[in-house]
């Protein structure tokens, strides 16, 4: 297999597979990954899905990359309030 040329992936970005198909658009990052919200018409998977072993009750909530504050999906700010970092810095997360 060859070398791929490193990717720039900044939130919000749609990213597509090798076959050109549009995947969603990028939601987060983490010290591994980059999390995608899927596009229309694209099954996801819901908090029962990756919540392990059942053993409590899952939560989304919004998380700042920079400095780990986190806080109520429904209020996802412009930038962190605790650290100032941009609204690029914040991410989905799932809490249980």
Do not use: K
Not at 29 to 53: I, L
Not at 59 to 74: A, F, P, T, Y
Not at 88 to 93: G, K, L, R
């Amino acid at each position: 297999m060859g070398e791929q040329e490193p990717v720039d992936l900044s939130s919000g970005q749609t990213v597509y597979d090798a076959d050109g198909t549009e995947l969603g658009t990028v939601r987060g990052f983490d010290e591994h990954d980059f999390y995608v919200a899927f596009a229309e018409g694209m099954d996801t998977m819901s908090a029962e899905h990756v919540t392990p072993g059942g053993a409590g009750e899952a939560e989304l909530l919004w998380r700042c990359w920079e400095c780990g504050e986190m806080g109520d999906i429904d209020a996802v700010p412009d930038g962190c309030p605790a650290c100032g970092a941009a609204r690029e810095s914040i991410y989905h997360w799932i809490e249980d």
